[in-house]
């Protein structure tokens, strides 16, 4: 199997891991019997992940002696900044959607990523592509449907302010893997991770000091973990995207689409309509043989 393909998965998994405890710690926390957790804000979940993936990566680069700062520094900034918004936005969808919809919109992202390499970087979208990105988005629509067409208390209803910003989540992600492709042949991966906290570490402390939580007990191993998945997850994305065609590799990690939607019924109990199942079912489609095409 192409090894950028081996990579996104691994990464894929632990980026789940990462939404499942965000999730844990957001609004969704205090509906679970079996443990007790406080809430918090998005943005302090973001500081923490950012403290803890730049203590590791400045530790790694100074003991390989990497230039600190980079060298392409225009693509990395964009890339931490881009990647920094996109996080931030989508931590707040996880605690406002079913964690299914809200990872199942984030995994618009490839599809982003096309139209970004399209005019950055010169690769060309089939015709059998477009409808297949079409249909990808046509599950979107179906799910922003769910409200006016399923009328049952026993589903969750989705919050379409939310699912909105979830979109424009996944065009920011899609920017910031279009500048891991640019920073191929200049930065080393683990410079390219530094930069997301490098970005948000002063952005998201300023905005802490207006609304903190203290952690307690087990949540000081929550925050913990939420950091090193994200490291693991950030380093095996970047290698992904250093490996091959972005167009064809990014797309396997949508298979997190899958684990959110039995995480999110089995954990969370998030019920979700017929409508919503076929809007995922769609976009996964049209990501994925997206991908199975342009491997063609």
């Known amino acids: 199997m192409n090894k ?15 939404n499942f405890f965000v999730k844990l710690l957001g609004s969704s ?11 918090y804000p998005a ?3 973001v500081l923490a992940r950012s403290v803890i993936s730049f203590a590791i990566s400045a530790f790694i680069i100074k003991r390989r002696k990497i230039p600190f700062f980079g060298v392409n520094k225009k693509w990395l900034v964009i890339r931490g900044t881009t990647g920094m918004i996109a996080l931030t936005i989508f ?12 990872s199942t919109v984030q995994y618009l992202a490839p599809i982003f990523t096309l139209f970004f390499a399209m005019w950055l970087l010169g690769e060309k979208i089939l015709r059998w592509q477009w409808i297949l990105i079409l249909i990808a988005f046509l599950g979107v629509l179906l799910i922003s449907l ?8 026993d589903h969750v209803e989705i919050n379409l302010f939310w ?18 492709v ?33 952690p307690k007990g087990i949540e000081w191993l929550f925050l913990l973990i939420i950091g090193v998945f994200t490291q693991i997850a950030q380093i095996m994305l970047t290698k992904a995207l250093h490996e091959g065609k972005i167009s064809v590799i990014t797309p396997f990690q949508y298979l997190g689409a899958v684990y959110a939607v039995v995480i999110g019924l089995t954990i969370f109990d998030e019920r979700l309509s017929w409508l919503v199942y076929l809007g995922i079912l769609c976009t996964v489609t049209g990501v994925v043989l997206n991908a199975a095409l342009k491997k063609k």
Not at 4 to 18: A, C, H, N, T, W
Not at 91 to 102: D, K, R
Not at 163 to 180: D, K, P, Q, R, V
């Open 91 to 102: 931590f707040y969808t996880l605690h406002h959607l079913p964690l299914a919809i809200a």
């Open 146 to 153: 769910n409200n006016f067409i399923i009328q049952n208390d």
């Open 163 to 180: 699912l909105g910003l979830g979109l424009i989540s996944a065009a920011f992600s899609g920017i910031a893997y279009t500048a891991i």
């Open 29 to 39: 926390g205090q509906q679970l019997d079996w443990i007790e957790l406080q809430q």
């Open 182 to 214: 640019k920073l191929k042949p200049t930065d080393q991966p683990i410079t390219i991770v530094m930069y997301f906290p490098m970005m948000a570490i002063p952005i998201m402390g300023i905005w802490s000091l207006y609304e903190f939580v203290m």
């Open 43 to 45: 943005h302090e979940l």
């Open 4 to 18: 950028g393909i081996v990579y996104i998965i691994i990464s894929g998994l632990s980026f789940m891991v990462v």
